[in-house]
């Protein structure tokens, strides 16, 4: 029945749901972290980032004013005052006086202290001391709260990572670090994998397959082989470490797979057209201009996603070739690194960090996915 026409079988049932949970995996985390990154450090603590738009319920260590604030009032010593510092955005179920027991009285209750005297918390943090002895201390009473917080969002977070000049993790210095970096090297191996795509599809010179099957070879070699020969080798030219090191270390790893993916596009292009234009006279750089790189833009444009995300996300070749003593050239991968051991219990500032690194490549991808497969099939069908 599965060959009917109208009627899908069951491994077409089972490649459309892989592809859902597969999204759904992908989806889940980026959407996290990018509710995680608008809302505060105490609602990360207490509650995860899919309870976001419900009130969420935390316990609270709080003080009162000290005794420099107190007032008399028929005869007794009054400090009265706001336990939050936004008062109105949250309500007190229970509280207490002692760590032990900090649901010892509800909304309203009146507790006794040393003394003789009472406090009474209102559910909205109004509270209320009296006594009939003068009170001592500049650090006021504890308070343990158990309050209900309606859901905040706040844009302090990417203020303080992009814009703050009090800023030490220098995220947005990181930021234009990236750009430094990517940018470069993605174009110029796309530039440099042109030419000689287009010299292994449509020219015929000497050993010309002994070069293909040196650039397949080289798509399985890992780039960690490379890196200290690399290392040394600029070193020795006079390069060291910066942004043209790390620029030709991208360019060097990424050319094999570029130079595959394009040429394999290129021979599927029509031969007539380039026959043609042959017998009118053009020269094959006439030819690659302005016939093969118009028409081979999907397969550019798959390359330049690829290798864009993969220098993005670079931390390995940015640590071996870039200078990071002064932090001039870090980028976003090693900074975020940075975050992780110096600001762990800093969610909010993790997450924005994080959700920031990822902006960019999603809105390359989502720029230019409608080129992707066509490029990834280039040449696979005849």
């Not at 814009?163 to 930021?175: I, L, Q, V």
């Not at 200290?228 to 797979?257: C, D, Q, R, S, V």
């Not at 750089?285 to 999907?298: A, D, E, G, H, M």
């Amino acid at each position: 029945m599965s060959s009917i026409a109208g009627t899908k079988s069951s491994l077409t049932w089972a490649v459309h749901l892989s592809l859902a949970a597969l999204v759904l995996l992908w989806l889940f985390p980026t959407v996290g972290l990018l509710v995680s990154s608008f809302r505060t450090s105490d609602q990360i603590a207490t509650s995860g980032w899919w309870k976001a738009m419900v009130p969420s319920e935390q316990n609270q260590t709080l003080r009162t004013n000290g005794a420099q604030d107190q007032i008399q009032k028929d005869g007794l010593f009054v400090i009265e005052g706001n336990l939050f510092e936004n008062p109105g955005k949250a309500t007190i179920s229970v509280w207490g006086t002692s760590s032990q027991n900090i649901d010892a009285y509800k909304a309203g209750d009146t507790a006794e202290l040393k003394k003789e005297a009472t406090v009474t918390v209102q559910s909205n943090g109004d509270y209320a001391m009296q006594g009939p002895e003068e009170f001592s201390g500049k650090r006021g009473q504890r308070i343990f709260v158990t309050a209900k917080s309606p859901p905040e969002f706040t844009l302090s977070n990417y203020k303080y990572v992009l814009f703050d000049p009090t800023n030490r993790e220098g995220m947005a210095k990181a930021f234009f670090n990236t750009l430094t970096v990517t940018i470069p090297a993605t174009i110029i191996p796309i530039l440099v994998a042109a030419f000689a795509a287009y010299a292994l599809a449509w020219m015929d010179f000497p050993g010309r397959a002994l070069l293909i099957a040196a650039v397949v070879g080289l798509l399985v070699v890992p780039l960690q082989l490379a890196l200290i020969p690399l290392l040394k080798l600029h070193n020795e030219i006079g390069i060291g470490k910066g942004y043209l090191g790390a620029w030709l270390a991208h360019t060097g790893f990424g050319l094999p797979l570029a130079i595959y993916l394009l040429r394999n596009y290129m021979v599927g292009l029509p031969r007539d057209i380039i026959e043609n234009a042959r017998v009118d006279g053009a020269t094959d750089f006439q030819i690659f201009v302005k016939i093969i790189l118009p028409l081979s833009f999907p397969a550019l444009a798959s390359f330049a996603i690829f290798q864009f995300l993969w220098t993005w996300n670079d931390l390995l070749i940015a640590l071996v070739f870039l200078i990071d003593s002064t932090g001039d050239t870090t980028v976003m991968t090693k900074q975020i690194v940075e975050l992780l051991g110096t600001r762990g219990g800093n969610w909010e500032i993790l997450a924005t960090s994080a959700f920031v690194s990822i902006a960019v490549p999603l809105g390359v991808f989502f720029a230019m996915q409608k080129y992707l497969v066509r490029g990834l099939l280039a040449g696979s069908v005849k």
